[in-house]
Every structure is written in structure tokens, then in C-alpha cells.
């Protein structure tokens, strides 16, 4: 039986702590149930427009939908209630300032990212029923050591600053602020989860279980402070940038039986050495990559596990040998399982999903046709253009074009290595600025119908006209920003002029209006007029239906959402002009394969193939 994880005291404390904050509305008020706030389709929640501190979602709720409250910078408690039996994909991502969090034992399901980023998080507490979970839940949450866990879980187990599944066979992730220097993996670890050991603060030497077969892609990279890694004989692969961005690592033992090594493996690690033996693979791969090798061990490889409060190992039998009782977790990280995440997906949604998912399995690009031996060459169209094709007997040959590789970072990091104006704070304690609108500075004023922007402004930001009243706007030459749903769900804005020097349109800028509405509701014609392009040649929005798309010439960025939900899509022409590719820009295109161009592509922000068959690890560079 597993050992309680936390003392009765601790649990008390951390009720009374959610409590006092929700009743009392510390830092700020509290949503009641029918705040308008918060934007709820059925019973999923979808999004949460508020600014308080400590919220209550309404107990009508039964799934958070995914990134509903994604970004939302000033959340640092929330209360959910027993109707809650979801979270999403992303739900609180980057929420920096939520504190803890309670999972209630009706929650059932809880998706990957779920916490991602919530830097300030320091305690969780996971009921007893949660059985789906979800890849990196935990990622980047900087203050987090420990979790509770009820006792009465089967599915998960909580050890040493880590979660695990029910029987220990599963590592899903080593908590970033774990304490201690040491971190030796329990016997029974079979696998581990892509992010396993992403960003940890404090330890220094790994050892892995001589059950570990495989370092999986992202496994162990941006490991903040882990130096050594010790891998057993059992492993045979170490698959994409397992080890990657790593400053700290000074040296992995690589056992001979290691007979395949990613090229990009140790890529942004380079004070990285390699243990192993001559005439091994690692050797190979070391000598071919100018990673110095040596054969002699310079750390020792058997060290004893550590950690503040050192538990002792969970029985995770079951019940012995003959336990029928199944206590692994179903984990979500596959396109499938994160489709059917959300209870409340509409029959249409999943018919089209599931046809989606039909015509991607039985899709065979033309470029990916085995040839028979005599055939030495053939020509073919594939988005317009003719494509000459030697000898493709073997392989697969499509998905993303030879030597396209981008930048594959956050919005914010993109941000910063553009150049652009990030300094600007949207405080609403500054309304009179002369460079920028601040956020929400006309949320909701019905009666706002016309607006002249200044000639000095230069940011638009978030949600500064949501739920207005504007009929009309112009946004004049000099900005060059606008920011998350600056004009979302102007219901009666049916005019909208972008001057040239917009560079960013932020996701759901003017998703909602009138405007964008009328616009997708056109016939389609299958040329350039189903392609929405405004400000710096940002294509903004698609109305096409075709298996085969040809990005027009000139367009320089491919915008959040653009071709979101497009099942039908097959591939993508990208023109050489394009340099980036936004968030979540074929996000759900079940069936896009590949893309062809790419030439110019510099930048993709996490989460744009979200859902597809294409990985943005695809386009990483070394």
C-alpha cells in the first residue's frame, strides 16, 4: 500500500488556505457563477476574460478547456468545483502567478501541459480518481518539489519528487524544484515520458533503471542543472535531442549496447562528454560529432538517491502476481487521445475528426509511392507545381523538404529575437499613454461605437476593444502590434482597415467580429481570394477547402489559427517569403502530412502543428 504522502495537517492548511482566498477575495474579487467573465460553451469552459486574483469557476462547468485561462498573468488562486471532471490541453499554461492548486477526486482526466509554466506554483494536491494524464503537466513550474497524492490512487504514484504511473513502470516527470543532489530512478522503471527531466533546479547526477530501453525524444533536455547521467546496459536507442540544451552536462555514460544515437542528441550541450567504450556506436557518434570521448569514468555512477524527507519506496504490487487490478495511468499524448479529451465534443466535431483521422491513414502522398526497380524516374504535380522524382524504391521521402530546419521557440522568446518593442507594460494604471492602448482600456463599453487611434500609437493591447460596441476601425501606419483578442467579439464591427506596418497580430484579435465572419462566409473559390492578407503580409485567415494548398507568394507570415481544424488538408506549398509559422497555425489538420518550400522559414512557434502528423521537433535546429 502506498505510503501517505503528506501529513493530515499539510492538506488541512492548504484547504483553509483556498478557502480563505476565494471567500475573502484576497488580491482581488471573486467570480460569482454568473460573472460574464467567463465564456462557456455547453460545459466546457472555454475561456476566462476576468483579471481577478482568486476565481471560482461555476459549478455548471465539467471540462476547463484547453489554455482557458493560458497567459493569465494575475490568477493566483482558483477554486474548482466537484462538477469538474477534465482539465485540458494548456488550461492554466503560463499562469505565473497561481499559487496552488487543488484536483478534486472527480477529476478524471487532466491534459498535457495542463500547468505548464506556472512558475509561482508550490503545492498540488491530486485526488484519487485522476487515471489520464497528460504529458509535461508540470513543465517549467520552477517552485514545484512535491505533489500530494491520495492514497487511494492506483493509477499514479507520487515518490521522492517525482510522478510516476500506478505501478512504478512509468516515469512521467522529476519535479523541477525537487531537492537534492542525487536522483537514482526506482528498478521497476520501464519508460519515460517526453520533458521527464526538463528543467530541473537542483540536481545534479542521474541514474537510470537497467529496464530503460529508450531515451526518448526531449527526454532529458534543458536539464537546468544536471552535470552527470548514467545509462544502463538495457538501453539500445537515444532518440532526438534527449540530451539537448543542456549548459551544465558534463558527461553521460553511454553502455555499448547503444546502437542508435540521434544526430541531434547532444545539440546546445557543449561541455558534453561521452563514457563508453571503444569501437561502440557512442564511440562512433562522439568521434564523427567532436564530442570528446573517454573510457574512463570520471564520476561515480553509484550514488545513492537523495532528497529533503527521503520517502520510503511505495509497495506498487497490486496486490501480488495475481492482482487482475490494472493500475496503469492512461496517459494523453497521442493526437487521438487528445481529440476525444473534451466530454463535451459536438457529434459533428467528432465525425469530422474521425474522418479527418480516416483519410489521413489511408492518404499516400505521391511522393512517398515505391517505384519498381525499372523505374528510374517520373514527374508529378503536388501544389501546383511539377516535382521530377529519382528513384524513390525506399523510404519515405515527404514531410518536411531536405535542410529546412527554424527556430522552434515560445511567443515571448520570438518576441525578444525579433526585436520588436517588448518593453511596453499594458498597465491599465497608465491609461494615458501616447505609445500604446492598454489592455481591456475599452473592454466591454457598448457604447463605444467609432474610435480614432492616435498617429503615436504603436500597440494595440489584449483585449483593449473585446465586446465593444466599434462599428468601424483604422488602425493607422506606426503600429506595428496587436495583441491577444484586442477586438474579440465585437460582435457589430463590420469595418477593418490594417496599415502596412502591423508585424503582429496577436491569436483571436478579431475572432468574433463581423468583420472576419463575413469574410470566411465567402464562396470558395480555390485561388488567392481565400487567403485573408493584412499589415506586413500576415496571412490572417483561410476560407479554402482544398487537399492541396498553395500559400500565395509575398505572404510573410502564416497567423495563429489560420488553417486550424482544415482536416482535409493534405500539404502545404510554403513561398520563400514566408519566415514564420504563428501558434497553433494547422493546429487539428489531421491529415496534413508534409510541406513543400519552406526556403525562407526562420521561426515556428511552439504548438503550430498541434494535433497533425508533422512534429515541430521536425524543424529544430542543431
Known amino acids: 500500500m502506498k505510503n501517505r504522502l503528506i501529513a493530515l495537517a499539510g492538506v488541512i492548511m492548504l484547504g483553509v488556505l483556498a478557502f480563505v482566498g476565494v471567500a475573502f477575495g484576497i488580491g482581488g474579487g471573486v467570480d460569482a457563477a454568473g460573472d460574464d467573465a467567463f465564456r462557456i460553451n455547453g460545459t466546457t469552459l472555454t475561456s476566462y476574460l476576468g483579471t481577478d486574483a482568486y476565481v471560482s469557476i461555476p459549478d455548471t462547468v465539467t471540462v476547463i478547456g484547453e489554455e482557458a485561462f493560458a497567459g493569465n498573468e494575475t490568477l493566483k488562486g482558483v477554486t474548482i468545483p466537484d462538477s469538474v471532471t477534465a482539465i485540458s490541453y494548456n488550461a492554466f499554461k503560463d499562469c505565473t502567478a497561481l499559487a496552488n492548486i487543488i484536483l478534486s477526486d472527480r477529476i478524471t482526466k487532466v491534459g498535457p501541459g495542463a500547468f505548464e509554466g506556472c512558475t509561482a506554483l508550490t503545492t498540488a494536491q491530486i485526488g484519487k480518481n485522476v487515471s489520464s494524464w497528460g504529458t509535461g503537466v508540470f513543465t517549467n513550474c520552477d517552485s514545484l518539489a512535491k505533489v500530494m497524492l491520495d492514497e487511494e490512487n492506483s493509477y499514479l504514484t507520487y515518490y521522492n519528487g517525482a510522478i510516476y504511473n500506478g505501478t512504478m513502470t512509468m516515469l512521467y516527470q522529476v519535479l523541477p524544484a525537487r531537492k537534492g543532489e542525487n536522483y537514482v530512478m526506482p528498478e521497476t522503471v520501464e519508460e519515460m515520458d517526453t520533458y521527464a527531466f526538463w528543467n530541473l533546479q537542483n540536481v545534479k547526477n542521474v541514474k537510470l533503471s537497467d529496464r530503460i530501453k529508450s531515451i526518448p525524444k526531449y527526454a532529458m533536455t534543458n536539464m537546468g ?121 459536438t457529434e459533428s466535431d467528432k465525425n469530422e475528426n474521425e474522418s479527418g483521422f480516416e483519410s489521413a491513414k489511408n492518404y499516400i502522398h505521391p511522393l512517398d509511392v515505391p517505384e519498381s526497380d525499372n523505374v528510374i524516374g517520373k514527374t508529378i504535380i503536388s501544389t501546383g507545381k511539377a516535382v521530377m522524382l529519382m528513384n524513390n524504391h525506399d523510404g519515405q521521402v515527404y514531410g518536411l523538404p531536405d535542410g529546412v530546419k527554424a527556430d522552434v521557440v515560445t511567443e515571448s522568446e520570438a518576441a525578444k529575437k525579433e526585436e520588436t518593442d517588448v518593453s511596453i507594460s499594458y498597465d491599465e494604471s497608465s491609461p494615458n499613454s501616447e505609445e500604446y492602448i492598454p489592455q481591456r482600456k475599452f473592454y466591454k463599453q457598448k457604447s463605444l461605437t467609432n474610435y480614432e487611434i492616435s498617429a503615436t500609437i504603436k500597440s494595440i493591447g489584449r483585449l483593449a476593444f ?30 477593418v482597415t490594417i496599415a502596412d506596418t502591423v508585424a503582429t497580430v496577436g491569436t483571436k484579435a478579431f475572432e468574433g467580429t463581423k468583420w472576419l465572419s463575413e469574410w470566411k462566409n465567402g464562396n470558395a473559390t480555390g485561388d488567392e481570394n481565400d487567403f485573408l492578407i493584412v499589415g506586413d503580409s500576415i496571412l490572417l485567415a483561410y476560407r479554402g477547402n482544398s487537399e492541396h494548398v498553395q500559400i500565395p507568394e509575398g505572404v510573410k507570415q502564416i497567423g495563429s489559427e489560420v488553417f486550424k481544424g482544415h482536416s482535409e488538408i493534405l500539404d502545404v506549398d510554403v513561398p520563400v517569403s514566408v519566415t514564420r509559422i504563428n501558434a497553433e497555425a494547422f493546429r487539428n489538420c489531421s491529415s496534413l502530412t508534409g510541406l513543400t518550400g519552406c526556403e525562407g522559414l526562420d521561426t515556428v512557434i511552439r504548438g503550430a502543428f498541434y494535433g497533425t502528423q508533422l512534429s515541430e521537433t521536425n524543424f529544430t535546429k542543431e
Open 225 to 345: 542543472s544536471v552535470e552527470n547521467v548514467s545509462l544502463m546496459d538495457s538501453v539500445g536507442s537515444i532518440q532526438e535531442r534527449a540530451f539537448a540544451n543542456n549548459e551544465k552536462l558534463a558527461q553521460v555514460s553511454i553502455p555499448a549496447s547503444v546502437s542508435e544515437i540521434d544526430r541531434t542528441a547532444f545539440s546546445g550541450s557543449p561541455n558534453v562528454k561521452i563514457f563508453t567504450t571503444k569501437a561502440t556506436t557512442a564511440d562512433t557518434f562522439g568521434s564523427e560529432r567532436k564530442i570528446t570521448v573517454i573510457y574512463e569514468k570520471e564520476y561515480p555512477t553509484d550514488f545513492m538517491d537523495s532528497n529533503e524527507d527521503l520517502e520510503e519506496l511505495p509497495d506498487v504490487s497490486g496486490g501480488g502476481e495475481n492482482s487482475t487490478t490494472d493500475t496503469s495511468v492512461t496517459t494523453i499524448t497521442t493526437v487521438t487521445e487528445i481529440e476525444t479529451e473534451t466530454s463535451e465534443e
Open 466 to 495: 473585446a465586446e465593444s460596441g466599434l462599428k468601424a476601425i483604422d488602425i493607422p501606419d506606426g503600429v506595428t502590434r496587436i495583441e491577444y483578442g484586442a477586438f474579440m467579439s465585437c460582435a457589430n464591427l463590420d469595418t
